[in-house]
Every structure is written in C-alpha cells, then in structure tokens.
T-cell receptor, first 111, second 111 residues
C-alpha cells in the first residue's frame, strides 16, 4: 500500500502549456505539502494545506495553484509553464511529531 | 529566517571508514529530522530527533541533536556501499508547521 502517491511520475511539456500533478495520501494526515527540488537537489517548500485550507504559500508565482478537494488529496496546477519550472516536485504529508512522508516525486521537464 | 547548513556537501569515502555529517541551524528548534534520498527516488525518513541530547541509531547510522549548539550530527560507522545516497537534515520551525531543509550531503562510498 502506497502511503503518498503522485501522478504522473514524469511530465515532459512545451513552454507555455498548462499541466497538473496529483497527490493522494492514505495515512489519514490532515496536512499536506508541495515541495520543489531543483537540479542542485535543493528542496524548498511551496505550499501547505491543512484539512483543505491553505496555510503556507511561500511566495510562489501565481502561475502555480494548489487545490485540495479533501484532506487526502492535494493537486498542483501550473499555468504557462516556463523553462525554470523544470524540477522534481514532491508531495508530502505530515504525521506525528511533524514528521513528513514524501511521495515518489514528479519530474517535470519544460522544453 | 531560519537557515540550515550541512557540512560537507560532498563526501567520498572508502568502505569500512567512519565519518560524520554536520547540520547547523540558525534559530531555536527542538526537532530535527534526517532523510535519505537515493538517485531518482523520494526522500525516506531516517531519524526524528525530538529534544536536546536525543540520540538514535539504526544499523551503521547514528544521529544526535544538541539544541543548545543548534547542531545535529549523522555518524556513519564502518561505511558500506549501500549507504551511498544524499542525506538531508530538516529543522522544524516551531509553530510554523513547516520544515526547512539543509542543502543535502551527497555521500559516495567506494569499495
């Protein structure tokens, strides 16, 4: 049983397109996150939702719009993709002691 | 703003040797986490350190936390090739419901 799952695993697209990444967790956690990991492996938080409510928005361009239909799902929609958006995007959920559990990642390549 | 710095960023070592990765952070926190990331994979939780003086061990890895010095260490004993990975520390910002990650330490263990 996968605890935190993401789809798709790979995403290759042209500049200017719009794309979405989906995330689901079956851990029963209330809080979920989106992180971006760049080519140097640096991991930076983008957004966090607690029980469908946005609680963290780390000055991410408004081309990025998260949506949480319920506390088990957190999706990320990206408009007008740019070259600099190429990265690996990780979804995570927060458990006890604030420990975070990460999904497998979505490698986004913008051409 | 909380800064988390790992040292070294790159480490190449031989099997059988011991070494330590350091994680310094710039503001008060009582919780620190260590993660492992294999190439192309997700982040796997290794240790959760919840208080000053906490020490946890799993196999050849041992992590400790000194909240007064704002320092955590990840010690590798008698390294084996399977431990080759990137190791991240992350610090919990009290009340902010988020983690701040270090830059990662890329560990390569040579036979």
């Amino acid at each position: 049983d996968t605890a935190v799952s993401q789809t798709p695993k790979y995403l290759v697209t042209q500049m200017g397109n719009d794309k979405s990444i989906k995330c689901e967790q079956n851990l029963g956690h209330d809080t979920m996150y989106w992180y971006k990991q760049d080519s140097k492996k640096f991991l930076k938080i983008m957004f966090s939702y607690n029980n469908k409510e946005l609680i963290i928005n780390e000055t991410v361009p408004n081309r990025f719009s998260p949506k949480s239909p319920d506390k088990a799902h957190l999706n990320l929609h990206i408009n007008s993709l740019e070259l600099g958006d190429s990265a690996v995007y990780f979804c995570a959920s927060r458990g006890g002691y604030n420990e975070q559990f990460f999904g497998p990642g979505t490698r986004l390549t913008v051409l | 703003e909380l800064k988390v710095e790992q040292n070294p960023l790159f480490l190449s070592m031989q099997e059988g040797k011991n070494y330590t990765i350091y994680c310094n952070y710039s503001t008060t926190s009582d919780r620190l986490y260590w993660y492992r990331q294999d190439p192309g994979k997700s982040l796997e939780s290794l240790f959760v350190l919840l208080s000053n003086g906490a020490v946890k061990q799993e196999g050849r890895l041992m992590a400790s936390l000194d909240t007064k010095a704002r320092l955590s260490t990840l010690h590798i004993t008698a390294a084996v090739h399977d431990l080759s990975a990137t190791y991240f520390c992350a610090v919990d910002i009290t009340g902010a419901q988020k983690l701040v990650f270090g830059q990662g330490t890329r560990l390569t263990i040579n036979p």
